[in-house]
């Protein structure tokens, strides 16, 4: 069963899907731009820049961040998960800051603080839409139940079979 | 002298299309994504019920899956290739943003999820904040 407020393991799998991507995105740039200009016409250079070492990593830390992301998926929207995402780009500038000795603009850190605070709201409200019972899986539906999700437009009352006295 | 970089000589409508791409290939991806996941359940749950090759079972023989993975490595690609003619600063952001708010507005669409005043917020603030933050 889903859980509407996150456990701290399931913040963990969030931080994955945050830090893995703009790493891999970044290394995956390193890669590309040291490449000389590919065109869409030729596919198969594309494929063959797949193998060069900034890439390979890149798509290894992407694979990392695909699995956090299918899991968190697996237990929260769509529209939870994202923005918590984004945050990976606060997580970079930091990095760049503090560690890179990169200077940050005035409009980068108001950037930085408006994700902090999209993402905090997200977080304080529910990770998934708890939709009614009609959930079930295909196999335990009832046939009533099947007729009315295939297009009935208003909902259909189900028929008891015997009345509660 | 200068060196010409690939970023620098590419249009500004080849550069819209490039990102255009991006962004409709992820959310595509991710939408179908979602959508397996969801038919699937809580991995974590199946991972203590069946172990991990069972969680990967469970991923792996869902159809909608491959075809949300398809999706999202058409976008890849197209990530690739906007690489290799833009600058990261311009279409990580661009793609990101961007990609938030047509994720919202397909999750409300495809995934009937309850995509409350607080969710739409929050996309907007971190689609202005990433944008803020490629400047």
Redesign the interface.
């Known amino acids: 069963m889903a859980h509407e407020r996150l456990l701290p393991r399931q913040y963990l799998i969030l931080g994955l899907v945050a830090v893995c991507a703009p790493l891999g995105d970044t290394c995956l740039s390193r890669g590309m731009t040291g490449l000389p200009p590919i065109s869409p016409a030729h596919p198969a250079t594309l494929i063959a820049a797949v193998f060069t070492p900034w890439i390979a990593f890149g798509i290894a830390l992407l694979i990392g961040f695909f699995a956090s992301y299918l899991t968190a998926l697996s237990w929260a929207d769509l529209t939870f998960v994202l923005p918590a995402t984004a945050f990976g780009n606060v997580i970079v500038a930091f990095l760049a800051r503090f560690w890179l000795h990169e200077p940050i603009s005035l409009e980068r850190w108001a950037g930085i603080a408006l994700i902090t605070i999209g993402v905090s709201f997200v977080a304080q409200g529910p990770s998934l839409t708890v939709r009614p019972a009609i959930e079930a899986p295909a196999s335990e539906r009832l046939p009533l139940e099947e007729e009315s999700l295939a297009g009935a437009a208003e909902p259909v009352v189900p028929v008891a079979e015997e009345q509660p006295r | 002298m200068t060196i010409p ?2 970023a620098s ?1 590419t249009g500004l409508w080849a550069a819209a299309a490039m990102i255009a791409a991006i962004v409709l290939c992820s959310t595509a991806g ?2 179908l ?2 959508a397996a ?2 038919s ?6 199946i991972r203590a019920r069946s172990g991990l090759q069972g969680a990967i079972r469970a ?1 792996l023989t869902c159809p909608l899956f491959y075809l949300g993975v398809g999706f999202l490595a058409l976008a ?2 197209s ?3 906007a ?3 833009l600058n ?1 600063s311009l279409v ?2 661009a793609s ?1 943003s961007l ?2 708010v047509t ?2 507005i397909a ?2 669409i495809f ?6 005043r ?2 739409w ?6 689609c ?8």
């Open positions: 970089t690939p000589t991710e939408v994504t979602a996941m969801k699937i359940g809580d991995l974590d749950e991923v890849f690609f990530l690739l290739l690489l290799n003619h990261l990580a952001p990101a990609t938030l994720n919202a999750g409300k995934l009937k999820e309850n995509v409350d607080r969710r917020t929050a996309a907007v603030l971190v202005i904040g990433v944008y803020l933050l490629a400047h």
